[in-house]
C-alpha cells in the first residue's frame, strides 16, 4: 500500500449548451500514500464533485486522475467512500454492512469474517454486530459506514463531510478515533469539510477552494507535530493561516 | 395497547348497530323482515349450507392464488426491467398505461369468448386486474431505488449486475410488498365479481345463487364470508410484510 493520487489539470463540466456549468478548473494536486488531506472551500466550489470524480461516480471533463499509474474509469474497491449521510444499507445487519464490500470481491468465508471481528473492534462496536441501522445512534452508524468503507483495504478513503450531520461533542470524539484509524490502518485520507478546526486539527495539509469557477487557490502544509493541542500557539497559528486563506477564497478580490 | 381497544371497539360498535336496527325493523316494519336478517339468522343460513363452504373457499382461493402468482410473477419482473433499463421502460411502460385504466371486468366476456367458462378466463382476469398494480409499484421501487446506496454499492467493488440484485433489488421492497398487498386485494375483488357472473361454484357463486332463491340470509352470509377470508388472507400477507421488512423505521420510529 503505497500509491500516489494524482490529479492532473483537471476539468469538469455539467449539462452542455444554455445549461453549461463549468464545475472545476484546471485542478492539480499530488496525495501521498498515507497522507491526510482536507480540502475546504465555500459551498458551491465543487469539493464534492471533486471527490466524486476520484470516486469514480463521475468522469472528468479534462486532465488526468491517476492512483499510482492507474487511471481512475469508475468506482472501484480500491477507493472507499464515506458519505456525509451515512448510506448504509438499512435491510443489513451492522456486520453485513460491513462485509458487503469484501462479499461481493469474493472473499472466503473465514477471512470477511475475521475482517468484520477486527473492523467492529477498531471502532468500538462489537456488541452490536447484529442490530439494523436504524437501532444505531448517528455517530455508530457514520463509525459503521467508516467500517465498512474500510474492509476492502483500500488504498484510500474518500469522505465527504462525513462528521457534518453530527452534534459538536459526537464530532469531536469521532475525529479522534478517525485520527487513531489513520494511523492504526496507514490509509490515504482526503477529507473534504466547512470546519477551519476540523481540518487543522486532522490533516497534514489543507487544500483551500474557491468557487466560480471552482480551483484550488492553494495548498497549506500545517507541520503541526500529534497529538495536537488545540490551545497550543503553533496550532492557533496554523488555523488562521488556513482561514485567511479561505477569507481570501470567498471574498475574491 | 390502546390501538387494540379502538379496533375492537369500533367493530363491535358497527355489529351492534347492525343487530339493533335489524331488531327494531322486525317490530317496526321499515322493510320485510327477510330484507334484513340478524347477525344469529346469517348465522344460521350459512349453517344450513355448511356442506358447501369449505368447497366454496378453496376453489375461490385457487382461483385467485393462481391469478395472483401469475401477476406477481409477470409483475415484478417486468417491473424490474422498466425500473432498471431507459429502454426496456420505453417499451414496456405506454402499453402497459393504455390498457392500465380499462376495468378488467370487461375483458371478461372476452376471455370467456377465448377461454371458455372454465378456469382459465376467470383466473386470467384476475391476474390481469392485480397485475397493473404490482407493475407499477415494483416498476417506481426500483426506479427510485436511493441512488446514494448504489454508489456506497459500487464504491465497495459491486459491478451493476451484482449492484442491481444486492441493493436495487432490497431497496425497493417496501414499495413492491405495498403493491403485492394492494394485487391480492385487487385479485379477490375481482374474483367475486367473476363468480357472479360466470362461475357453477366458489363464494361469489352462492351469493348469486342466494338471489335466485330470494334468501338475503344467505346473500349476507356469503357476503361475510367474503370478507373473513379476505380479511384472514391479507392479514397474513400484512403480517409477513412487517416481518421481512422489520428493518424499516416504522411510522412510530419516525416521530
Ligand atoms: N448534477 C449536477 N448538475 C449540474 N450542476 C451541478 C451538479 N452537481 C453540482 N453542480 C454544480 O457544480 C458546482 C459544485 O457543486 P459541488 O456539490 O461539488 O459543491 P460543494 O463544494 O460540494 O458544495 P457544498 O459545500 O455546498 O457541499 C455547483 O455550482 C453546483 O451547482
Ligand atoms: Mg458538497
Known amino acids: 500500500m503505497s500509491v500516489n493520487l494524482t490529479l492532473a489539470n483537471v476539468d469538469l463540466e455539467y449539462g452542455s449548451g444554455k445549461e453549461r456549468v463549468i464545475a472545476l478548473t484546471d485542478v492539480s494536486i499530488q496525495i501521498k500514500a498515507g497522507e491526510f488531506v482536507s480540502i475546504v472551500g465555500p459551498s458551491g466550489c465543487g469539493k464534492s464533485s471533486l471527490m466524486n470524480m476520484v470516486a469514480g461516480f463521475l468522469s472528468c471533463s479534462g486532465g488526468t486522475i491517476k492512483l499510482g499509474n492507474e487511471s481512475i474509469s469508475g468506482p472501484g474497491a480500491d477507493r472507499g467512500v464515506v458519505f456525509q449521510e451515512h448510506a448504509l444499507f438499512p435491510w443489513m445487519t451492522v456486520k453485513q454492512n460491513i462485509s458487503y464490500g469484501p462479499k461481493v470481491n469474493g472473499w472466503s468465508k473465514k477471512n470477511i469474517d475475521a475482517r468484520v471481528a477486527e473492523l467492529l473492534d477498531l471502532i468500538g462496536l462489537a456488541g452490536f454486530a447484529n442490530a439494523w441501522p436504524k437501532q444505531l445512534s448517528g455517530g455508530m452508524k457514520q463509525r459503521v459506514a467508516i467500517a465498512r468503507a474500510l474492509a476492502n483495504r483500500p488504498e484510500m478513503l474518500l469522505m465527504d463531510e462525513p462528521f457534518a450531520a453530527l452534534d459538536a461533542q459526537t464530532r469531536r470524539m469521532l475525529q479522534d478515533e478517525l485520527l487513531r484509524i489513520w494511523e492504526k490502518t496507514g490509509t490515504t485520507i482526503l477529507f473534504i469539510t466547512h470546519s477551519i478546526d476540523e481540518a487543522t486539527l486532522l490533516s497534514d495539509r489543507v487544500a483551500v477552494m474557491k468557487a466560480n469557477p471552482g480551483e484550488i487557490l492553494d495548498v497549506i502544509s500545517l507541520n503541526l507535530p500529534r497529538p495536537r493541542d488545540e490551545n497550543s500557539n503553533e496550532f492557533l497559528e496554523a488555523r488562521r493561516r488556513v482561514s485567511e486563506l479561505l477569507k481570501r477564497a470567498s471574498n475574491p478580490i | ?255
Open chain 2, 1 to 255: 395497547m390502546s390501538n387494540t381497544i379502538l379496533r375492537v371497539g369500533s367493530v363491535t360498535f358497527v355489529f351492534a348497530l347492525w343487530w339493533g336496527f335489524s331488531i327494531l325493523n322486525q317490530h317496526m316494519k321499515f322493510f320485510p323482515p327477510a330484507m334484513i336478517p340478524s347477525p344469529p339468522e346469517v348465522i344460521e343460513a350459512g349453517w344450513g349450507i355448511r356442506d358447501k363452504v369449505p368447497s366454496d373457499v378453496l376453489i375461490s382461493l385457487i382461483r385467485v392464488f393462481e391469478g395472483f402468482v401469475i401477476a406477481a410473477v409477470l409483475g415484478i419482473f417486468l417491473g424490474c426491467l422498466s425500473g432498471t433499463s431507459r429502454v426496456a421502460e420505453n417499451l414496456i411502460d405506454p402499453v402497459l398505461e393504455i390498457l392500465r385504466p380499462i376495468p378488467p371486468l370487461a375483458f371478461l366476456p372476452i376471455f370467456i369468448i377465448w377461454f371458455g367458462l372454465g378456469e382459465l378466463s376467470k383466473v386470467l382476469m384476475i391476474a390481469f386486474a392485480s397485475f397493473f398494480i404490482i407493475y407499477v409499484n415494483t416498476y417506481q421501487g426500483v426506479r427510485y431505488a436511493d441512488p446514494l446506496l448504489m454508489r456506497a454499492a459500487r464504491s465497495l467493488g459491486a459491478k451493476k449486475r451484482a449492484s442491481f440484485f444486492t441493493i436495487g433489488l432490497p431497496s425497493a421492497m417496501p414499495e413492491i410488498f405495498t403493491g403485492l398487498r394492494l394485487g391480492a386485494g385487487m385479485a379477490f375483488f375481482v374474483l367475486v365479481a367473476a363468480e357472479l357472473l360466470a362461475a357453477d361454484n366458489g363464494m361469489g357463486f352462492r351469493i348469486q345463487e342466494a338471489r335466485w332463491q330470494f334468501r338475503v340470509d344467505r346473500m349476507f352470509f356469503g357476503a361475510a364470508l367474503i370478507g373473513v377470508v379476505g380479511f384472514v388472507l391479507l392479514g397474513a400477507l400484512r403480517r409477513l410484510e412487517i416481518r421481512l421488512l422489520a428493518w424499516k423505521p416504522s411510522r412510530d420510529e419516525a416521530r
